[in-house]
Every structure is written in C-alpha cells, then in structure tokens.
C-alpha cells in the first residue's frame, strides 16, 4: 500500500519560515518525480515545486521562486520544502505527489496558514 505522509505545516506570521516534510512508503522512492501542489479556498490545485530523480534539477512556480527551496532524501523515502519569507498569498493545504509513467500518488495535504 503506497502511503505519503506530509508534515510540519502550521501557522506562521508573514516573513516566517516553514519546512514541510513528505515520507513514502509502499514506492521505490528514488524512481519518481515529486511535487509539491498547494490549493487555496476557490482555488485550482497549482504545481509549486518539483525535483526530479536526478537531485539537482528542480523547477518552481514563479509566485515562490527564490523563497521556497524543493529537496530529497531518497535513503529516508522524503522530500522536503523549504518555505522561507512566507507571504499570506502563500497561505493554502500543501500536497506531496510522487508521479512516474502510469503511476500517480497524493498525500492527504497539510495547511499551512501565513497570518499576523
């Protein structure tokens, strides 16, 4: 059974930090792309980041690009995202997606909520 398990959302005051955490298990972690989606209220789910399985090729929306950092431990089956200078228009539920030819995964989502 494929399981991804997101953590470390929250609320955070504007300019704040966040790390999420996504772990996979029941995958061969280090064969998939992952992402990151996030989805406002009233709002379609939109890509914010991905790494693919080569560590050092990664690709950002353009709202977070130069704020939030994509990552991977493939020996710990866990990718990170690293939000810093968090705006409120960052505020959404996060998703962890491991997607490969013919295979397409989701974790549950977290929210992360950026608020004075």
């Known amino acids: 059974q494929v399981q991804l398990v997101e953590s470390g959302g929250g609320v955070v005051q504007p300019g704040g930090s966040l790390r999420l955490s996504c772990t996979a298990s029941?995958?061969?972690?280090?064969?998939?792309?992952m992402n990151w989606y996030r989805q406002a209220p009233g709002t379609e789910r939109a890509l914010v980041a991905t790494i693919r399985r080569t560590e050092n090729s990664t690709d950002y929306a353009d709202s977070v690009k130069g704020r939030f950092t994509i990552f991977r431990d493939n020996a710990k089956n866990t990718v990170f995202l690293q939000m810093n200078s968090l705006k409120p228009e960052d505020t959404a539920v996060y998703f962890c997606n491991a997607n490969r030819i013919l295979h397409d995964y989701w974790g549950q989502g977290i929210q992360v909520t950026v608020s004075s």
């Open positions: 029941g995958i061969t972690f280090a064969w998939y792309v």
